[in-house]
Antibody, heavy 125, light 108 residues
Framework: QVQLQQWGAGLLKPSETLSLTCAVYGGSFKNYYWSWTRQPPGKGLEWLGEIGPSGSTNYNPSLKSRVTISMDTSKNQFSLRLTSVTAADTGLYYC???????????????????WGKGTSVIVSS | SSELTQDPAVSVALGQTVRITCQGDSLRSYYASWYQQKPGQAPVLVISGKNNRPSGIPARFSGSSSGNTASLTITGTQAEDEADYYCNSRDNSVNYVMFGGGTKLTVL
């Protein structure tokens, strides 16, 4: 059974850089996309970005200039880096495994079937 | 546009059927996925693809789609189904992934 274990600094000051890492245990790393999603306190889910098997990335346009997702296939890990954080970046950050593709006749699917437990990040001076 | 719209809150009597809907242009070409989130827990996938339930998800959960609207139906709602539910899709034109705003389900 695939498990995602995530870690990283939970308390940051404004303007610092958020760095989180997610390790994949018990399943294939190379055949999936991997993504990061966050949830501000009391609010809904926000997709941050994803990285594919080839290392290609897609990011939420609202964060594109500040966010970087990378991966280390030798360790089955992927990471999130968010620069210049503010209080608005406070929340729970989740790493997820993504399955995506197309079904006949021509309908796409996209889902996150494995989630990490979440890392609480607080940005405060 | 790259948005998914959900009703903020829905209530259902214990044992009855409830439908939670999600609207968005991307759903004309994407199956929505659905997630259940209980307080203090990470979201859990309950429906993916056309109408697929991951292992461990009860058969009372089902999904459907028509035009720009996807629906999550819970038949014979149980008290433990009280949670927030989010739909999720992708917009290929801008490589953007989106969530609906979430629906808080209350079981009466």
């Amino acid at each position: 059974q695939v498990q995602l274990q995530q870690w990283g600094a939970g308390l940051l000051k404004p303007s610092e850089t958020l760095s989180l890492t997610c390790a994949v245990y018990g399943g294939s790393f190379k055949n999936y996309y991997w993504s990061w999603t966050r949830q501000p306190p009391g609010k809904g889910l926000e997709w941050l970005g994803e990285i594919g098997p080839s290392g290609s990335t897609n990011y939420n346009p609202s964060l594109k200039s500040r966010v970087t997702i990378s991966m280390d296939t030798s360790k089955n890990q992927f990471s999130l880096r968010l620069t210049s954080v503010t209080a608005a970046d406070t929340g729970l950050y989740y790493c997820t495994r993504v399955s995506r593709g197309v079904l006949p006749p021509f309908y796409y699917f996209y889902y996150m079937d494995v989630w990490g437990k979440g890392t609480s990040v607080i940005v405060s001076s | 546009s790259s948005e998914l719209t959900q009703d903020p809150a829905v209530s259902v009597a214990l044992g009855q059927t409830v439908r939670i809907t999600c609207q968005g242009d991307s759903l004309r070409s994407y199956y929505a996925s659905w997630y259940q989130q209980k307080p203090g827990q990470a979201p859990v996938l309950v429906i993916s693809g056309k109408n697929n339930r991951p292992s461990g998800i009860p058969a009372r959960f089902s999904g459907s789609s028509s035009g720009n609207t996807a629906s999550l139906t819970i038949t014979g709602t149980q008290a433990e189904d009280e949670a927030d539910y989010y739909c999720n899709s992708r917009d290929n034109s801008v490589n953007y992934v989106m969530f609906g705003g979430g629906t808080k389900l209350t079981v009466l």
